[in-house]
């Protein structure tokens, strides 16, 4: 985590964002951490909207007021993208960490009344799959125009506490099921898009669309990624947008160009008709698991290790099924399954 100290000033963000708009970058997402720490942010999201720029805030909406939010609509917001933990205020709070969950229900008809899109961001996983329905209810009732239902991806944190936040196979297939039936429901009203966790898929997805092919991050100290996770592979060195243009990065630099095209692919993956749509998976994800960035993401039911996912989601069913006890009473967090330390 960078500090306030070491981030990038405002001039040097703002350049950023002309290299972007002149690499042909079209949208610019505003994320962290919590961007609304940032005391410029207002000025930023200018120099993004003037640089022609599609700017969406990411945020927990901690820091968010009247005056704060006509600010960023004055200076030319677009899209603003609101995250909730629960349904249930004590589970919502206690799953972020902070008690924000009041201050987000606050917020909502103030986004509304504005012409910047709106979409309310669930994230999903065991300590809250089972309040699925209530939290889309709760969404529905917020009025966005989008629904992001998006189960726990297992990098980082959520690596590390996989068997605390893994739902079971059967908590996964109801969830597709109620999200399935809200999308017919609510159709033409609310557009409702959903991530599944990798861990079971057939297949992986194209992580970002594949390595530097669509996307970029920059980091608050300026280092330039390929995905949100790529520093956890060893060996590779990522370019800093104070020492080099943004553009020579992104189409020379040795970290972009490692697991571009298919030259790097083993196999199964460079004989698979689908290499092209899901690039051997994730980078990050084949390595965090395997130990090796090259191997073919081992969610996929073709590779290699897909043994290792199945052993994964076996001992996570084990630990998991005695916790789900639905005779628990939703305000009693005594369902929450905690790692006991060893």
Not at 170 to 176: I, R, W
Request: net charge negative; hydrophobic share 40%.
């Amino acid at each position: 985590m960078a500090s306030p100290a070491t981030e990038l000033r405002t001039q040097e963000w703002e350049s950023v964002f002309q290299q972007s708009a002149k690499l042909g970058v079209l949208h610019v997402h505003l994320s962290g951490g919590e961007p609304l720490a940032r005391e410029d942010l207002t000025q930023l999201v200018s120099c993004a909207h003037d640089c022609g720029l599609y700017t969406n805030l990411i945020t927990s909406g901690i820091g968010l007021t009247q005056r704060r939010w006509d600010e960023l609509v004055a200076a030319g917001l677009d899209h603003i993208q609101l995250s909730f933990q629960d349904s249930h205020e004590a589970s919502a709070n206690w799953i972020a960490g902070t008690r924000a969950h009041a201050l987000k229900l606050q917020l909502a008809p103030m986004l509304r009344q504005s012409r910047v899109a709106f979409t309310v961001n669930i994230v999903v996983h065991r300590q809250n799959v089972d309040h699925l329905e209530e939290m889309i209810a709760l969404a529905e009732s917020l009025q966005p125009q989008r629904l992001e239902i998006a189960h726990v991806q297992y990098y980082g944190w959520a690596r590390k506490n996989v068997e605390a936040l893994l739902p079971v196979r059967k908590q996964v297939l109801e969830s597709m099921e109620t999200i399935s039936a809200a999308q017919k429901r609510l159709a033409g009203k609310i557009r409702i898009d959903a991530v599944v966790p990798d861990y079971y898929a057939r297949f992986p997805k194209a992580c970002m669309g594949g390595w530097g092919r669509r996307q970029l991050l920059v980091d608050p100290r300026g280092t330039v990624l390929p995905c949100h996770a790529a520093t956890v592979i060893p060996g590779l060195q990522f370019e800093n947008v104070c020492e080099q243009p943004l553009e020579w990065i992104w189409r020379q630099s040795d970290s972009f160009q490692k697991f571009r095209g298919e030259d790097w692919m083993p196999d199964p993956c460079r004989s698979c008709d689908r290499r092209t749509e899901d690039f051997g998976g994730c980078r990050c994800q084949a390595f965090m698991i395997t130990g090796d960035a090259t191997a073919t993401d081992p969610v996929c039911s073709l590779a290699p290790a897909h043994s290792l996912i199945e052993e994964e989601l076996a001992r996570v069913d084990l630990i998991a099924r005695p916790a789900l006890d639905p005779r628990s009473p939703q305000s009693d967090q005594s369902w929450i399954y905690r790692p006991q330390p060893k």
